[in-house]
Nanobody, 119 residues
């Protein structure tokens, strides 16, 4: 059993910052890629940023230069530093991890954390 637990969401004013965290626990052999996705009301879930085990990051164009993804492999944790937040960043943010469980590579999702950018 693998669990992803997110934290760090909340309400912030435009231009502010938040840092999201996502910790993986359970029967983990190793973690391949980790990432953050978001879903606003009425919209499909979209990629925000990913970071593979090799460390080459990928960002959605809408967050480039404002968001930074990082990971701590010793803690099985991925972070998303969000700066210069805009109202259009408002969404539920989901953590994703592709984890080797035995010989199988499986995809897991966190429960989501709400980020609201509003004055």
């Amino acid at each position: 059993q693998v669990q992803l637990v997110e934290s760090g969401g909340g309400l912030v004013q435009p231009g502010g910052s938040l840092r999201l965290s996502c910790a993986a626990s359970g029967s983990i052999f190793s973690i391949n890629a980790m990432g953050w996705y978001r879903q606003a009301p009425g919209n499909q879930r979209e990629l925000v940023a990913t970071i593979p085990s090799g460390g080459i990051t990928n960002y959605a164009d809408s967050v480039k230069g404002r968001f930074t993804i990082s990971r701590d492999n010793a803690k099985n944790t991925v972070y998303l530093q969000m700066n210069s937040l805009k109202p259009e960043d408002t969404a539920v943010y989901y953590c994703n991890a592709r984890i080797w469980v035995g010989v199988a590579l499986k995809s897991y999702w966190g429960q989501g954390t709400q980020v609201t950018v509003s004055s």
